[in-house]
Structures are given as structure tokens and as C-alpha cells.
């Protein structure tokens, strides 16, 4: 299976999950229009990994699909992910979709440096307090393996621990993530 493909079906793993054991009607994956990296997933590849997990977990695939067909799963292109555009630089489309929605779950450190804005806040910056400055929706969560120096909402005594572990390279090594809700 390639980059992407592996990524997306991490996706819809978690989709199903969330369709599947909680009380959420619809669950959107918003995706890019053209891939950049390797990993990156268009409208076009959901169906092609679903026909994968045909011959790999029929069972699965026959929930997403069914999913899919009942529209609790739905798929939002959109050309704001391979511009490098902030995330409160919105446009009203995908405005709209974060709007709507109970909960946002961003993954990947690109996203999550599109959320601070690429930029180096004070590290003790409160993540839920910085979300609500001006995100759009209710709730919100990052899930981020750390590649950036880009980062808030770590302790000092977080960053005391992951320094004595990592001296040279603990904001960029990949090695510490964060799961973030606000």
C-alpha cells in the first residue's frame, strides 16, 4: 500500500471507530485537492482504499461504505489545504464545514503549524485558551508528532524532561508528540 494510502485507512479506521461507538451523526474527512507529499489524501483515493479493504477487512469496508452511502461519511476537497493559508485566514467554505461541526480533529504537524500560524509562540502558550481566540467550532483537538519548533501548551517541566532526554533535537526529532484539546 502506498504513503498515502496507509494514512487515509489510519482515517477510516478512526472514522468508523467514531461512527461506530459514539453518538456522532456525520463525520466529514476534509481532504486536499492535489497531493503535495506523499502522504497526502484527495477525494479520489476514499474510494480506491475502501475497494482495498475489500479483499483485506470486508467487514469494514462494508461499514464505510455503507456509511458513505447513508451520508455519515462524507468527503470535503477543498484547494485551502495546499495553499499556505493559516487557519484564521478561513475560507467560507471550509468556515462553514468547522462550523458545523461538534468537533475537529487536526492531524499532523503541518496542520498544527498552520493552526499557530507557523509561528514560535511562548511555549507555556494555553492551547485552549489560544483555540478560542478564534477557532470556529466548539471543540477542538491536535493529534501532532513533533517536527517543528513550532509549539504550545508544554509545560516547563515538560519541556525540562523532554530537553534532559533530547538535548539537541526534542522539538524536531519526532520522537514527542501531543494530542491537544481546546
Given amino acids: 500500500m502506498e504513503g498515502r494510502s496507509s494514512e487515509v485507512l489510519c482515517d477510516l479506521v478512526l472514522t468508523d471507530a467514531v461512527l461506530r461507538l459514539t453518538g456522532a451523526r456525520v463525520v466529514t474527512l476534509h481532504v486536499k485537492d492535489a497531493p503535495v507529499f506523499v502522504s497526502d489524501v484527495t477525494e479520489s483515493d476514499v474510494p480506491q482504499i475502501v475497494d482495498w479493504l475489500?479483499?483485506?477487512?470486508?467487514?469494514?469496508?462494508?461499514?464505510?461504505?455503507?456509511?458513505?452511502?447513508?451520508?455519515?461519511?462524507?468527503?470535503?476537497?477543498?484547494?485551502?489545504y495546499t495553499s499556505c493559508k493559516?487557519?484564521?485566514?478561513?475560507?467560507?467554505?471550509?468556515?462553514?464545514?468547522?462550523?458545523?461541526?461538534?468537533?475537529?480533529?487536526?492531524?499532523?504537524?503541518?496542520?498544527?503549524?498552520?493552526?499557530?500560524?507557523?509561528?514560535?509562540?511562548?511555549?507555556?502558550?494555553?492551547?485552549?485558551?489560544?483555540?478560542?481566540s478564534f477557532w470556529p467550532s466548539p471543540g477542538l483537538v491536535c493529534l501532532r508528532t513533533m517536527k517543528s519548533g513550532v509549539a504550545i501548551d508544554i509545560s516547563k517541566s515538560a519541556q525540562a524532561a523532554a530537553m534532559a532526554e533530547r538535548p539537541k533535537d526534542w522539538l524536531t526529532s519526532g520522537v514527542f508528540g501531543q494530542v491537544l484539546a481546546g
Avoid: C
Wanted: hydrophobic fraction near 45%.
Fill in 54 to 80: 475489500d479483499v483485506h477487512h470486508a467487514a469494514l469496508a462494508g461499514r464505510l461504505r455503507g456509511w458513505m452511502a447513508e451520508g455519515r461519511l462524507r468527503v470535503f476537497q477543498s484547494a485551502y
Fill in 86 to 132: 493559516t487557519f484564521w485566514d478561513l475560507p467560507g467554505d471550509v468556515e462553514a464545514a468547522y462550523k458545523d461541526a461538534e468537533v475537529v480533529i487536526l492531524k499532523g504537524d503541518a496542520n498544527y503549524r498552520r493552526l499557530l500560524g507557523d509561528l514560535h509562540w511562548p511555549y507555556a502558550t494555553d492551547f485552549a485558551e489560544y483555540a478560542r
